[in-house]
């Protein structure tokens, strides 16, 4: 998966179909992240719709 949370190994997210598999790889393991951070997702991926 994309993303990596290990100190000196972060990587961010690149762009929109890297993220949903990220959060599809989540699913997985019984993590649904809430729209609280969806919406925080979208904005460091640079998204203008979040309201």
Known sequence: MGAHTEEGNKRFLQ???EAVEWINGLIAFGIRPG???IELLMERLGSRSVS
Request: proline letters at 0%; zero cysteines.
């Open 35 to 37: 729209l609280e951070r």
């Open 15 to 17: 762009d929109y179909n």
